[in-house]
T-cell receptor, first 112, second 114 residues
């Protein structure tokens, strides 16, 4: 059965800390892995990773995919209270590129 | 502004009373989908649609119906709601082309079935 597992489930840090969120997957016909940030409302898209070893970066956030070991990490450096959210990892399969399998998410809380 | 709009945002109702949650997108996307989000279970797909008049079951379709008569609208219908359908629901859309395209999500509808 296809599955996406995120860890940790929850994380509490102070502003300025660096955090690493993990996403591992067992999915047939892997196509891409996507990261979303969910605050109080809709998940918003962060990154899409298709190739191994190529880092995607946006400001203090970065992400990389390892297709051999079947995982991805999302790094956030110099965290701010505005980074507090649930971070969702999702995998798209190649035979149906628009069907996503989601992990349960990692809840990040950043305190001042 | 490009967006996915869901209505209502919140609804409290009783078991057995039919309800419909509407979803509309203004981006001319072919693909639309409904998810439910529950603590510890993440986002699970209920139904999806690849285009007008084309719908298919997701991972948890029991107790739900959908229709896709127009490209922009994809309502979710609960014919006889039950308490286990209390959840946070998201509608999402994306274009279909040769690559994976990130889905755009609505703001969510919180349903409470008493």
């Amino acid at each position: 059965e296809d599955k996406v597992v995120q860890s940790p489930l929850s994380l509490v840090v102070h502003e300025g800390d660096t955090v690493t969120l993990n996403c591992s997957y067992e999915v047939t016909n892997f196509r891409s892995l996507l990261w979303y940030k969910q605050e109080k409302k809709a998940p918003t898209f962060l990154f899409m990773l298709t190739s191994s070893g190529i880092e995607k970066k946006s400001g203090r956030l970065s992400s990389i995919l390892d297709k051999k070991e079947l995982f991805s990490i999302l790094n956030i450096t110099a965290t701010q209270t505005g980074d507090s959210a649930i971070y969702l990892c999702a995998v798209a399969r190649s035979y149906n590129t628009d069907k996503l399998i989601f992990g349960t998410g990692t809840r990040l809380q950043v305190f001042p | 502004e490009a967006q996915v709009t869901q209505n209502p945002r919140y609804l409290i109702t009783v078991t057995g009373k039919k309800l419909t949650v509407t979803c509309s997108q203004n981006m001319n996307h072919e693909y639309m989908s409904w998810y439910r989000q529950d603590p510890g279970l993440g986002l699970r797909q209920i139904y999806y649609s690849m285009n007008v008049e084309v719908t298919d079951k997701g991972d948890v379709p029991e107790g739900y119906k959908v229709s896709r008569k127009e490209k922009r609208n994809f309502p979710l219908i609960l014919e006889s709601p039950s308490p286990n359908q209390t959840s946070l629901y998201f509608c999402a859309s994306s274009p279909i082309d040769r690559g994976v395209r990130p889905q755009h999500f609505g703001d969510g509808t919180r349903l409470s079935i008493l």
